[in-house]
């Protein structure tokens, strides 16, 4: 019998569990009319909310809410595999299978001869292992979903680039690229705000393209760094939600609508949010 805060299972245990999930769903796709009536186009909604649900837990740490939505994720992926097994098309022993065997032809430095001294290295071979698999990527960028978020997607296509060579020499290269991309759009802005006082839409065109320069090259910084800008940017939003929502409750608390502040009133309570938490940090 294991201690109650044990949280180690046997693999016997752990096939057990995921086989009784199975048993589950299977009854519920015939007794439950909502599971009974689910399809792929159903489903997909709901699974792309669960995978946003699953990442506000992983950059919370919130240890007992991961576990909670790993398991709606699993069982969206347990859902999809049933109704291709009811199809004919596949079931979950298929999934897991060519996973298993994709793991084993991505991995060749566990698994065969090749070698990666670190991760960096695991990543370069993984690209050009990609490329060779049968009906893998033709292309290098091709492995990027096109419904990524932009943000996201961004990122991964600068990763993939600079997998196959193509990055910078220097990190602090990268901060001429940004300078220069706000210059382009500061420039643009004073030409629009020039020539009239309501921008036109060519200019919000040819801005929009320039702030969209002026972001990817962020991003290109981020990830010099090794940060990833989607967390960062969460990060903030949060940090910001936080602030602005001291500010709500102040204003309450004396009686006072938010709109009826004013701007100094403003900033006064956001510094004030901002020295709680720093001492609250300290």
């Not at 796709?29 to 792309?48: F, G, Y």
């Not at 709606?72 to 897991?96: C, N, P, R, T």
């Not at 032809?105 to 370069?124: I, K, Q, S, Y």
């Amino acid at each position: 019998m294991k201690s109650e805060n044990s949280r180690r299972h046997t693999r016997e245990e752990k096939i057990e569990a995921l086989g009784r999930v199975i048993d589950t769903l299977d009854r519920l796709r015939v007794e439950c009319p909502w599971d009974r009536k689910q399809t792929n186009a159903s489903l997909r909604p709901n699974s792309i909310e669960e995978m946003y649900e699953l990442s506000d837990a992983l950059l919370n740490d919130d240890t007992p809410n991961i576990a909670k939505e790993l398991g709606d994720v699993l069982l969206h992926i347990l859902f999809y595999a049933k109704i291709g097994e009811e199809k004919d098309q596949f079931d979950i022993a298929d999934v897991a299978d060519k996973l298993n065997a994709k793991l084993i032809f991505r991995h060749p430095h566990v698994f065969g001869d090749a070698v990666a001294t670190d991760a960096h290295g695991v990543e370069l071979n993984w690209e050009q292992i990609k490329l060779k698999e049968k009906g893998g990527n033709r292309t290098v960028l091709e492995g990027v979903p096109n419904s990524l978020p932009s943000l996201i997607k961004a990122y991964r296509i600068q990763e993939k680039a600079a997998n196959s060579g193509f990055d910078w020499e220097k990190r602090e290269d990268v901060w001429q690229k940004v300078k220069e991309e706000i210059g382009e759009f500061e420039a643009e802005a004073r030409k629009a705000e020039e020539a009239d006082t309501k921008i036109s839409e060519a200019d919000r065109l040819r801005l929009t393209g320039e702030m969209g320069d002026l972001i990817f090259s962020l991003v290109n910084a981020s990830r010099l760094y090794k940060i990833n800008p989607d967390t960062a940017l969460e990060l903030t939003n949060a940090k910001f939600i936080r602030r602005f929502n001291y500010i709500e409750q102040q204003a309450a608390a004396k009686g006072i609508a938010l709109k009826d502040l004013t701007l100094g009133q403003m900033e006064e309570l956001w510094q004030e949010a901002k020295s709680f938490e720093k001492s609250g940090e300290e």
